[in-house]
């Protein structure tokens, strides 16, 4: 990645250099102003110019409302649209990235994870190692009350809010862009490690919704479906915030009852060319980001589904809306579904 910025932005802040702010310790939004003015003369962004930036926003604990917006303003124009290939993320770029927003693999603040989203949602696509990181830092606030998502409240470990949710909701509708891409294994691991962190007394019916029709997703293209957009296998059902708490079992019965199964008959099997090509789309992707996509693959959903030997109450939720909904699955899926639906 490459960067030019830093001699337009010292001819419009003639008066003073960034690492003035630095010592002083807070952006103002007069400094704003002038960063903006300099950001949009040039219209271009480099790394080095990016790499300021982020030094600015790390050292400066002080920080006036202007600086937030216009920070993820920039960094999300240089990665989406100014570092190549336009309008792509690589896995070098969202490395990079990643680095920037994170200590030890967790995110420092909650608007850098807002730029992460907000990459993914701008991008034409992004390596599945991003999506990745960001559901990741939702297990870490399920683990952690270190989490930016938490603000240091450790009353909630092992529990996991509805705008926890939704904003995983947001991260795998991003990821799959426009096209109609199953969610991946990358995306199952992070939900299932997830659901493994959410304690019997944390589940909450937003959660168990989201990843009854996430691994879903996953299951039906595991067995050679070619799959819905994500916005339509995975939107959060209206009906559901109008009732009081479900059970899991409830929430499948509130599905059939309220005749929003139907979902399934967007599953449609693939010819054998269609699956040719998909993967050839795939393929392409992969050129373009520099990073493979894992392949759903029904053995590894067999084995993780349950994998500690008993099912938990999203789980359970999963076999039962299988049961009820799915057409013929992978033999090793099938297979598995039968037989946890008796322990179910």
Not at 187 to 211: C, K, R, Y
Not at 286 to 294: G, P
Request: with cysteine.
């Amino acid at each position: 990645m490459v960067f030019r910025i830093a001699g337009v932005l010292m001819g419009a802040l003639h008066s003073f250099s960034s690492q003035q702010i630095i010592e002083r310790g807070s952006i103002k939004d007069t400094d704003v102003a002038k960063l903006r003015k300099a950001f949009f003369e040039d219209g271009m962004i480099d790394e080095k110019e990016a790499d300021m930036l982020f030094a600015l926003n790390n050292g400066c604990p002080v920080q006036d409302p202007s600086w937030a917006e216009f920070f993820k303003e920039a960094i999300v124009d240089y990665v989406v649209r100014q570092a190549q290939p336009e309008g792509y993320v690589t896995t070098e770029n969202a490395s990079w990235l990643m680095d920037k927003v994170s200590l030890k693999g967790k995110v420092r603040s909650k608007n850098e994870l807002e730029i992460l989203v907000t990459v993914l949602e701008q991008a034409r696509w992004s390596p599945p190692s991003l999506v990745k990181f960001c559901i990741e830092q939702v297990r870490n606030a399920v683990l952690d009350e270190d989490s930016p998502l938490r603000n240091g409240n450790n009353e909630n470990i092992g529990t996991i809010t509805e705008s926890e949710v939704e904003l995983i909701r947001r991260m795998i509708y991003a990821f799959g862009g426009d096209g109609n891409i199953a969610i991946t294994k990358d995306e199952a691991e992070m939900l299932f490690d997830i659901n493994d962190a959410v304690a019997p007394s944390g589940v909450n019916q937003a959660w168990t919704e989201l990843f009854v029709k996430a691994i879903t997703n996953s299951v039906m293209a595991s067995s050679g479906y070619k799959v819905p957009s994500r916005e339509e296998a995975l939107h959060a059902e209206r009906w559901l915030k109008e009732r009081d708490e479900l059970t899991p079992s409830g929430i499948i019965s509130g599905i059939v009852n309220a005749g929003l199964d139907g979902v399934f008959k967007a599953y449609k099997e693939q010819s054998r060319e269609e699956r040719a090509i998909a993967r050839l789309e795939s393929q392409r992707l992969e050129i373009v980001t520099n990073e493979r996509i894992t392949d759903n693959e029904a053995d590894w959903l067999a084995q993780r589904l349950g994998r500690d030997g008993k099912l938990t109450e999203s789980e359970q939720a999963l076999v039962l809306y299988l049961q009820k909904n799915a057409g013929k699955l992978h033999p090793a899926l099938q297979e598995v579904v039968e037989r946890l639906g008796i322990a179910a």
